[in-house]
């Protein structure tokens, strides 16, 4: 086995052969390197601009609220696959969240309750909306931010929330 760590969230895999994403943030294999060669951006204390502080506390909020949607629709799922998916978007969320705390140096909030729908297809149709904002918000933000971590980070974000999408959209289908 090998010791596999996550350029965003520095979280390790232990396996033999390198994952196809971070099982944790979501970060596609491209952030995924050998431990010895890994520097994550979590753990850089690289000053951030004002306008990346901003967009910070903004993705904080979306990525709140998605955990606790997720958390609403695991609850109603039809079936135990649903379910589990959606307890694992939920947890992917939160590390999003833990990212973003340990960014701004500040302690991770309380989770809300959210309302949601009753209906799976509802609720599928939900994420695929709130990703969907995700993802042009996490785009807009990769171009305002001018320092390299905020630019890497923006970037893993956006393309794990549009996986999100592309995983929900075979739902849909
Ligand atoms: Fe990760
Ligand atoms: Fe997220």
């Given at each position: 086995m090998k010791t596999f760590i996550c350029e965003i969230c520095g979280d390790a895999y232990l396996g033999e052969e390198?994952?196809?994403g971070c099982p944790f943030c979501g970060a596609r294999?491209?952030?995924i390197k050998e431990g010895k060669d890994t520097d994550p951006i979590v753990?850089?204390?690289?000053?951030i601009g004002e306008v990346s502080i901003k967009n910070l506390k903004e993705a904080l909020d979306?990525?709140?609220?998605?955990?606790?949607?997720?958390?609403?629709?695991a609850g109603k799922a039809d079936t135990y696959e649903i379910k589990a998916m959606y307890k694992r978007l939920a947890k992917v969320e939160m590390e999003h969240?833990?990212?973003?705390?340990?960014l701004l140096?500040?302690?991770?909030?309380?989770?809300?309750?959210?309302?949601?729908?009753e209906d799976d297809?509802?609720?599928?149709?939900?994420?695929?909306?709130?990703?969907?904002?995700?993802?042009?918000?996490?785009k807009k933000f990769t171009k305002e931010a001018t320092e390299k971590n905020m630019k890497i980070?923006?970037?893993?974000?956006a393309q794990a929330e549009d996986d999100h999408i592309k995983l929900i959209k075979n739902y849909l289908n």
């Open positions: 390198k994952p196809k294999e491209a952030f753990n850089q204390k690289e000053e979306l990525e709140k609220d998605a955990v606790a949607i997720y958390n609403c629709m969240v833990s990212i973003i705390c340990k140096e500040i302690e991770k909030p309380e989770i809300d309750v959210e309302e949601c729908n297809v509802e609720n599928f149709k939900g994420t695929v909306d709130l990703e969907d904002n995700a993802v042009n918000l996490y980070l923006f970037t893993a974000l």
